[in-house]
């Protein structure tokens, strides 16, 4: 009988210990889609650089607040961009950063530029 109480008290802690190692991996665990916001302002983009962590899904919206610019486009080699900015119009970029490093985009013309650094 003592084995048995034993017995059901080793698989009652095994798992709870299951159950509490499960809940701290959930809770530490990536987000699924990391999002970001780009202001294009008469002097550039706010902000100038993003930080975006490595292999996980992120939404980029622009939004183009002013005439009074070239950036009339948002343009990344990096990763297969090229979309124009309507004014007033928020535009969604949708991308997954594959690797690490700092990876930039520029206006049609290349004069501004901002940076993605991904870690």
């Known amino acids: 009988m003592r084995t048995f109480t034993f017995q059901i008290r080793l698989v009652l802690a095994v798992l709870f210990a299951v159950l509490i190692i499960g809940a701290v991996q959930e809770a530490v665990a990536k987000p699924k889609v990391q999002t970001a916001k780009i202001k294009i302002m008469t002097l550039g983009y706010e902000p100038t650089a993003l930080k975006l962590r490595k292999g996980i899904p992120a939404h980029v919206t622009f939004l183009r607040t002013t005439d009074a610019t070239c950036v009339k486009e948002i343009v990344s080699p990096d990763f297969n961009i090229g979309r124009p900015l309507p004014l007033n119009q928020p535009v969604l970029i949708t991308l997954t950063p594959t690797k ?18 991904v870690q």
């Open 100 to 117: 690490k490093g700092s990876f930039t985009f520029v206006c049609g013309m290349n004069m501004m530029r901002g940076e993605l650094i």
